[in-house]
């Protein structure tokens, strides 16, 4: 069952910007916290942005000032504006709650001049 479609990710510059989109299911929009989270090759998944149903966020201390990440409820989706793109934040982004089950395809973000 695909509950969580990552999209968005692509090839850009060193200080440009993407947004991620992160197509959720109605069950999983309405109750739970969402996060971006992002896996580099040979290093662990982390956590970079997460949000509330209530909207609060909070951010991994390597993004903040430069991420932000929203819900539109009319969409069922969560997006994650990354501006002011690094080097060390080529990843594979995904989408997920807290605590998920299970881990989608992602999707790929590579920033290189």
């Known amino acids: 069952q695909v509950q969580l479609v990552e999209s968005g990710g692509g090839l850009v510059q060193p200080g440009g910007s993407l947004r991620l989109s992160c197509a959720a299911s109605r069950i999983i929009f309405s109750f739970y916290s969402l996060g971006w989270y992002r896996q580099a090759p040979g290093k662990q998944r982390e956590l970079v942005a997460s949000i509330t149903s209530g909207g609060s966020t909070c951010y991994a201390d390597s993004v903040k000032g430069r991420f932000t990440i929203s819900r539109d409820s009319a969409k069922n989706t969560v997006y994650l504006q990354m501006n002011s793109l690094k080097p060390e934040d080529t990843a594979v982004y995904y989408c997920?709650?807290?605590?998920?089950?299970?881990w989608g395809q992602g999707t790929q973000v590579i920033v290189s001049s």
């Open positions: 997920n709650r807290q605590n998920g089950p299970s």
